[in-house]
C-alpha cells in the first residue's frame, strides 16, 4: 500500500492576508499542486486549529489551492492587472512628473475578512480530523512554508513517532543579520531553528549555502544528525513558456528589484546608486522598480525617497503586481538588479534568467548557486563604482533580449525539481514513492 503523505499548508491559509506570494509561498503552493494532484497514497492536509492540529481531506484541499490562485490572481492576464498597469504607466511617465512614492498599505481587515470568506466558501467550512488519531501509520510530514513559530503546533508529532517529519528550512538571514531586522523577526527566526531541532527527522534546503548557515544554527539546540538534503529551486512554471513582451517596456530604460522590502535585501545600496546616477545622468537616468511588499522594517526606504525628491522621481514602487505582471516587468528591464546581503537562494534570478533578461547580483554563496549556468554578472558590494558603470552602460544600450535560440540556461524544472525530493523521500523511507501523472 503507498505511502500516506500529509502536507503542512499554515502558509497558505494565511495567503487572504496578502495581496501576492512571496518566494516561500510560490514553494509551498508548488508542493501542495504536486503532491495533492499526483501522489499516489492517501494525501492529506495539514493545519494547527485551536482545536488542536488538524488534517483535511485531498478534495477540499485542492478546492483550497484553486481559491488561492484567484485571490493572488496566479493567472490574470497583465492586461487586466491594475498593480502591473499602474507599474507600466509610471515607467513610461516623464521623471519630473513622477509623485513621490508611498508606502502601500497593508490590506484592511474588512477586506482581509472578505477574503477568507471567499476562500472557505471554496472549500467549506470543517472542524477537519485530529492529525494525530487519524494520519496513517509511517506517514511522511511535509512542511516547507518555515512557520514552525508555536511549539504546540508540533506536539502531536511527540504522539505519533512514527510519522517521517521533513521540514524545509529557506534561510536564517535575520539571525545571521539582526541589525537589519526587526528584533522580534530575529526572535521568531530562533524559535524555528529551534522547533526544527526538536520536532524534524529529515531536512530540505534550497541551496547549500542555506543548508550550512542553518545546520550551523540546528548545532546550538541539538547534537542528533538530521538527514539533510540539497535541492536547488527551479524557475516557477509562471516564468516558463513563450510570453508576449511589451513593446513600450522593451523600448524603456529601467531596472528592477524583486522581493519584500526588507533592510537585507539592501534597497538603500541602490538609492545611493541612483543618487549618483540622477546627478550625473540628470532626466536620463534610468528609472528602478521596486517590485515588492514592505515589510515592518522598510521605513528607511521611503525616508531616503522622501529626503531625495531628484530620485524619488526615478523610483517606482510596483505593490501588488500578479506573477503575469512581474514577469511582463522582468522581461522589459534593462536587467534584475539583486544586491542582497544575504539570501537562502535568489529565486528572481533564476525567474529573469529564463526571459532572458541580464542580471547584476551581490557576490554571495546562494546567488552563485541560483545563478549556476546563467550569465549573471556578480560583483561585490564594496566596489559601487562598479555597480554604477555597469548599470549606467546598460541603461543606454538597445534592449538586448536573449532568445532560446542562443540562451545557454537551461532552466530547471518542477518536474525535475520533484524528482529529486521523490528521491530523498524514497531514500528516508525505505519505500518506493509513487506519484502519477
Not at 495567503?15 to 510560490?26: H, Q
Not at 541539538?222 to 536547488?232: C, D, F, I, Q
Not at 513558456?241 to 513593446?247: S, V
Request: charged letters at 20%; one cysteine or more; aromatic letters at 8%.
Amino acid at each position: 500500500m503507498p505511502t500516506a503523505l500529509a502536507l503542512d499548508l499554515t502558509g497558505l491559509f494565511l495567503a487572504p492576508v496578502s495581496r501576492t506570494p512571496r518566494g516561500i509561498d510560490r514553494v509551498e503552493l508548488a508542493f501542495a499542486r504536486h503532491f495533492l494532484n499526483r501522489w499516489s497514497g492517501d494525501c492529506w492536509a495539514i493545519l494547527p486549529a485551536p482545536w488542536g492540529v488538524r488534517c483535511f481531506g485531498r478534495d477540499r484541499a485542492l478546492r483550497g489551492i484553486r481559491a488561492v490562485d484567484e485571490l493572488w490572481r496566479e493567472n490574470i492576464a497583465p492586461q487586466n492587472d491594475e498593480a502591473y498597469v499602474r507599474a507600466k504607466s509610471e515607467i513610461l511617465t516623464v521623471a519630473a512628473n513622477l509623485r513621490l512614492p508611498e508606502k502601500p498599505r497593508n490590506l484592511s481587515v474588512s477586506s482581509v475578512v472578505g477574503r477568507y470568506f471567499r476562500l472557505l466558501s471554496h472549500t467549506g467550512f470543517s472542524f477537519g480530523r485530529s492529525a494525530a488519531k487519524t494520519l496513517p501509520k509511517d506517514t511522511i510530514y511535509l512542511n516547507v512554508g518555515q512557520l514552525q513559530i508555536f511549539r504546540p503546533w508540533f506536539w502531536w508529532l511527540l504522539r505519533r513517532p512514527d510519522v517521517m517529519s521533513v521540514f524545509m528550512i529557506h534561510d536564517v538571514t535575520p539571525i545571521e543579520h539582526p541589525a537589519h531586522h526587526l528584533p522580534v523577526v530575529v526572535k521568531l527566526h530562533h524559535r524555528i531553528v529551534r522547533n526544527t531541532a526538536e520536532f524534524a527527522k529529515v531536512l530540505i534546503f534550497p541551496s547549500r549555502a542555506a543548508q550550512e548557515s542553518v545546520c550551523t544554527e540546528l548545532r546550538k539546540y541539538t547534537a542528533r544528525e538530521l538527514v539533510s538534503s540539497v535541492e536547488l529551486l527551479p524557475v516557477p512554471d509562471e516564468f516558463l513558456g513563450t510570453a508576449t513582451a511589451d513593446l513600450e517596456l522593451s523600448k524603456a530604460s529601467y531596472f528592477i528589484i524583486c522581493g519584500s522590502i526588507d533592510p537585507h535585501k539592501n534597497h538603500l545600496f541602490l538609492l545611493e546608486i541612483w543618487k549618483e546616477l540622477v546627478a550625473k545622468l540628470g532626466a536620463k537616468a534610468p528609472k528602478l522598480v521596486i517590485a515588492g511588499s514592505p515589510q515592518a522594517a522598510s521605513d528607511a526606504v521611503f525616508a531616503a525617497l522622501e529626503a531625495d525628491p531628484a530620485v524619488h522621481g526615478h523610483v517606482i514602487i510596483a505593490t501588488g503586481v500578479s506573477t503575469p505582471g512581474l514577469r511582463r516587468l522582468i522581461t522589459g528591464a534593462r536587467a534584475l538588479l539583486m544586491p542582497s546581503l544575504s539570501e537562502g537562494f535568489g529565486l528572481p534570478i533564476v525567474e529573469a534568467l529564463a526571459q532572458g533578461t541580464a542580471v547584476i547580483a551581490s557576490d554571495i554563496p546562494a546567488h552563485r548557486e541560483a545563478g549556476s549556468g546563467g550569465a549573471v554578472l556578480y560583483l561585490s558590494l564594496s566596489d559601487r563604482k562598479a555597480w554604477i558603470e555597469r548599470i549606467e552602460a546598460l541603461s543606454v544600450q538597445p534592449r538586448i533580449r536573449s532568445t532560446p535560440a542562443d540562451q545557454s540556461y537551461t532552466p530547471k524544472t518542477w518536474e525535475d525539481y520533484f524528482s529529486g525530493i521523490e528521491s530523498l523521500l524514497e531514500r528516508v523511507t525505505g519505500q518506493n514513492v509513487v506519484t502519477s501523472l
